[in-house]
């Protein structure tokens, strides 16, 4: 049968076959399966939890880890590939995870989730990549082609605004569209508009009141109408109440399946409240997805060499964030003693759906004394504190006396599952009381000090900061972290992770932390799209570490940063890096745009474009990053549009989000928006309308006028009716009607394509 001829195709309708199979259809057969319908030849669809490993379970399911799952390589979680800053090793994983999917025959691997980190507290922080949208859906992207490369499909979650775990299921994120638009759905945009997933996931969570599986604004006109998806939207687990609401909106697939489903839908029908086209439209979708996606993997996987793939992409996450008097790294013959309990009992991964059953486990202090073999240097060990709650004093006086004879201490910190898991979220930044004094004793007597952290989302450093010599930011890293930690703390790798997320002061100086969690019902995003780094930027808040940060081994010059305009919004910013030190690294170039331009208040700068590059000691390169129109553009609510601003944009070259190190500038004419007056849009407007601004200014007798400047700004808020009024000016009649008319007639302003 060729595809003209098939049963289901979209130009031949599903007559033949009886509603009551269609209603069936649209909520899956079982925990993770789909329904199949023979007379129009869909075959059932196995899914699958990602996004860093797969979760599949050929026994018990369930959808929060409860139930033991099949053997998989647990890749670094989502906070650890945002540290990398590379699209490489995204596609790495996606392209083993796909590989493992297809063996075990899933069609879809629930993941990407490219939510942004609006606060540091959100407990399910470990399985997102940024709180910057362009970092998140570059990497999600490149995630989501390697992975649909190898056959399966994936699900990019959670669609959308879902930013915390504290009553995820009914909360409202009650968020104004210039800031869905700029920060909550661009990665989502990305990843839909330049990598095609095959299913979209929408989340548990209203969006100003409604539930985003019921939001026909999200799913159809945004998603579909606006950004052109072609795939299936399913719903998150058990999270639909309406069916006939959620396919209006256009929602195709519940899961899990629900016998109770097909009876309420097939009543809907009867009561007018869905159209058997609405089903339809559902079952072709569920169609095109089984035709599109394919398991059909050799069922045999190579867990070594995923493993090796494991421990590489997990060496490439790690941050340096302090490094004092240059303890790491580590010298050949040190004498190292390595402290804490997540040396000896590894914190690795997150904690609920996404709980991968790792095929093994590097444990770190195992890792750190096979590397010390190698160069002469010798490894002692001591559990300095209990994650069960056993002796702390006896544990932690035992730990620095051997920190006192040892000539580099290490202490390994960090949070377990119990403390940041999906389903909850944090109430504070801070490490554990008993590590904080662990860490503070071991400073005052160690020669040199090094704190390894492993957390799933970002921690306070405040308290001991200064005391310590080095930081070595690992978060949870995966299976194969354990080996990745000791390689870069005796420098077999150079470090290179970023910081995707900023370590503030304190939890008070976030700008989420007056409106996070939200009360009754409601969270109010209050800052607007003044996230995370674009508020520090834009405030001048201190913080302990900026978005973007990270230390290396060796050393990076930049410079002859030019930008070459392209377009007439578009351009491409060129700039040439050199290691300047003595051995081999990478390199983040992170390019932001600074401008005050338009109509709305713009952050201090924002990240616009990445690269990351490997260097050999004196090699240089130029770095091109290409600008296009939404780089210089915001969401103008006015006009519903990506919107150009005339005016100077300001190009830098940033080491980090605080931190510019060479910048050019250039000037874009920008969109001509032309809206249409009335006598009750104000004076201010009429004066700048690039139509008939200047005769307005002729027609009120402010041509050659010297008006005050704080009269003119009272002026300008007026409506022009009150203005008429109050002025007692004499106005020829029908001046201001003839402006009026000749507005109607003004150019669109252009969107983004056109």
């Known amino acids: 049968m060729t595809p003209d001829e098939s049963p289901h195709t979209a130009d031949r309708p599903l007559a033949h076959i009886p ?83 297809a063996a075990a025959g899933v069609d879809v691997v629930l993941g990407p989730g490219v939510n942004i980190k609006r606060s540091p507290l959100c407990g399910r922080n470990f399985e997102y990549y940024s709180e910057d949208p362009h970092l998140a859906g570059a990497l999600g992207t490149s995630y989501t082609r390697a992975l649909q490369n190898e056959g399966p499909g994936v699900s990019v979650k959670h669609f959308a605004a879902n930013n915390q775990e504290t009553n995820r299921q009914t909360i409202s994120a009650d968020v104004d569209e210039r800031t869905l638009r700029e920060i909550y759905l661009p990665a989502f945009e990305a990843i839909v508009t330049q990598a095609a997933p095959a299913t979209v996931m929408s989340s548990y969570n209203r969006i100003n009141g409604t539930f985003a599986w019921a939001n026909h604004w999200l799913l159809t006109e945004v998603l579909r109408d606006e950004w052109g998806f072609k795939g299936l939207v399913v719903s998150d687990w058990s ?20 016998p109770a489903r097909a009876a309420e839908l097939l009543t809907a029908l009867e009561e007018g409240r869905i159209e058997e086209a609405d089903l339809d439209r559902a079952i072709l979708r569920l169609a095109a997805l089984a035709e599109r996606v394919s398991a059909a993997g050799d069922g045999a996987i190579d867990e070594d060499e995923h493993h090796r793939i494991a421990r590489e992409i997990a060496a490439e996450c790690i941050v340096l964030l302090r490094n004092q008097y240059s303890v790491l790294p580590i010298p050949g013959g040190a004498h190292v003693a390595v402290i804490g309990a997540f040396a000896q009992n590894p914190r ?21 004394s096979a590397v010390a073999a190698t160069v002469g240097a010798t490894v002692d060990s001591a559990l300095g504190f209990a994650l069960d709650g056993a002796d702390g004093d006896a544990l932690r006086e035992e ?37 904080v004094a662990l860490i503070r004793a071991v400073a005052e007597r160690a020669q040199r000090t090094v704190v390894v952290l492993s957390h799933g989302g970002i921690v306070s450093l405040e308290g001991w900061h200064d005391e310590v010599d080095a930081i070595v930011e690992g978060f949870v890293l995966g299976q194969g972290g354990g080996r990745a930690i000791a390689d870069v703390l005796f420098g077999n790798v150079d470090p290179s992770g970023r910081l995707a997320e900023t370590i503030p002061l304190r939890l008070e100086d976030h700008p989420s932390w007056l409106n996070f969690p ?16 674009r508020y520090f930027a834009t405030s001048g808040t201190p913080v302990r570490y900026p978005f973007g940060h990270g230390l290396s081994y060796t050393t990076f010059r930049t410079d002859d940063v030019t930008v070459e305009q392209t377009g007439e919004d578009t351009a491409v910013a060129r700039v040439r890096v050199t290691n300047t030190g003595e051995r081999s690294g990478k390199h983040v170039v992170q390019v932001y745009v600074q401008t005050d331009a338009g109509k709305v208040r713009r952050p201090a700068r924002e990240l616009r474009g990445f690269a990351k590059i490997s260097l050999e000691p004196g090699e240089a390169r130029t770095v091109e990053i290409d600008l296009p129109r939404r780089a210089f553009a915001y969401w103008d609510i006015e006009t519903g549009s990506w919107v150009v601003a005339e005016g100077e944009y300001r190009v830098q070259v940033c080491t980090d989000s605080l931190t510019p190190v060479s910048d050019a500038v250039i000037r874009l004419d920008g969109d001509v928006i032309a809206v249409e007056l009335t006598m009750d849009t104000p004076v201010g407007e ?3 309308h690039p139509t008939v601004g200047d005769r307005t200014r002729d027609a009120l007798g402010f041509t050659g006028v010297e008006v005050p400047e704080e009269q003119m700004a009272m002026v300008a808020s007026m409506t022009m009716n009150q ?16 402006l009026i008319a000749a507005t109607r007639t003004a150019p669109p302003v252009p969107h983004e394509g056109e």
């Open 19 to 101: 509603v009551e199979d269609k209603a069936r259809m649209v909520s899956g057969l079982t925990f993770w399966m789909t329904e199949s319908l023979d007379a129009a030849g869909i075959r059932s669809l196995q899914l699958a939890d990602g996004p860093y490993g797969l979760r599949h379970q050929s026994g018990s399911h369930d959808h929060l880890a409860l139930f033991p799952s099949d053997p998989a390589t647990c890749f670094p979680p989502g906070v650890a590939i945002g540290s990398s800053w590379s699209v490489e090793a995204a596609a790495r994983l996606g392209a083993a995870l796909g590989r493992e999917a």
């Open 723 to 738: 203005f008429v009024k109050i002025s007692g000016l004499d106005i020829a009649g029908g001046v201001l009607d003839d």
């Open 348 to 368: 690795y991964q997150g904690g609920g759906s996404a709980h991968v059953n790792a095929t093994r486990v590097d444990v770190p202090l195992e890792e750190i």
């Open 686 to 688: 009429w004066l700048a």
């Open 518 to 533: 939200g009360e009754q019902g409601h969270v109010r995003y209050g800052e607007g799209v003044m996230v995370g780094y």
């Open 399 to 435: 730990a620095v006396a051997l920190a006192a004879r040892s000539d580099i201490a290490v202490v390994f910190a960090g949070l377990d599952e119990a403390r940041e898991s999906e389903g909850i979220d944090r109430s504070t930044l801070d490490l554990p009381e008993d590590q």
């Open 239 to 258: 999270s639909v109440s309406d069916p006939a609401a959620a396919l209006t909106a256009g929602l195709d697939l519940e899961m899990p399946g629900d």
